[in-house]
T-cell receptor, first 116, second 115 residues
Framework: GAVVSQHPSWVICKSGTSVKIECRSLDFQATTMFWYRQFPKQSLMLMATSNEGSKATYEQGVEKDKFLINHASLTLSTLTVTSAHPEDSSFYIC????????????FGQGTRLTVV | AQSVTQPDIHITVSEGASLELRCNYSYGATPYLFWYVQSPGQGLQLLLK??????LVQGIKGFEAEFKRSQSSFNLRKPSVHWSDAAEYFCAVGPLTGGGNKLTFGTGTQLKVEL
């Protein structure tokens, strides 16, 4: 299968600071990337969908000014959590699809964010 | 609105025993159905998917799932569980056309394997 890499795998930041999470498709061109959030012992909740070169489409209830998504190239999307607070602590997972990989989405390994 | 229900939050089976994880979905059109597995602190790995054709789908790691339209179910099965199968399993549904892979996930089933 395709490889999608997230970086960092885990990050601890102070309340009020911003954190950037990267999602890269290593062996295909990802025309669409999805960002999910997963709370402990819970399912994945879609936060936003981003198409390369376009503004991200956010799901209802997700603050677009707080969770900034950039998808400037076919291999990289970033999620920036701005002015992070402890309640933003969560597991963030991206998935990517596109190019020769067709409609299947491939998931990154996730990023554990802890805001202290 | 589409939804996925995984009625079992936790399941414990003995190694070598058979396994069935339940998944029921609600969807307005012909669905695209998936099963994913997640190990602790990791992303998701696709086990199998269904969108048309034979309703019994074979996946990786010896897993299979059967699509039953009349029951709106897509249960995951494995004849003989291995200790390494212990993980969280998610069922998901998405549109066949449009919406890309905008998936709706179930709440997951935590599988524990007793040796």
């Amino acid at each position: 299968g395709a490889v999608v890499s997230q970086h960092p795998s885990w990050v601890i930041c102070k309340s009020g600071t911003s954190v950037k999470i990267e999602c890269r498709s290593l062996d295909f061109q990802a025309t669409t990337m999805f960002w999910y959030r997963q709370f402990p012992k819970q399912s994945l909740m879609l936060m936003a969908t981003s198409n390369e070169g376009s503004k991200a489409t956010y799901e209802q209830g997700v603050e677009k000014d707080k969770f900034l998504i950039n998808h400037a190239s076919l291999t990289l999307s970033t999620l920036t959590v701005t002015s992070a607070h402890p309640e933003d602590s969560s597991f963030y997972i991206c998935s990517a699809r596109g190019g020769l990989k067709g409609t299947e989405a491939f998931f990154g390994q996730g990023t554990r964010l802890t805001v202290v | 609105a589409q939804s996925v229900t995984q009625p079992d939050i936790h399941i414990t089976v003995s190694e070598g025993a058979s396994l069935e994880l339940r998944c029921n979905y609600s969807y307005g059109a012909t669905p695209y159905l998936f099963w994913y597995v997640q190990s602790p602190g990791q992303g998701l790995q696709l086990l199998l998917k269904y969108f048309s054709g034979d309703t019994l789908v074979q996946g990786i790691k010896g897993f299979e799932a059967e699509f039953k339209r009349s029951q709106s179910s897509f249960n995951l099965r494995k004849p003989s569980v291995h200790w390494s199968d212990a993980a969280e399993y998610f069922c998901a549904v998405g549109p066949l056309t449009g919406g890309g892979n905008k998936l709706t996930f179930g709440t997951g089933t935590q599988l524990k394997v007793e040796l």
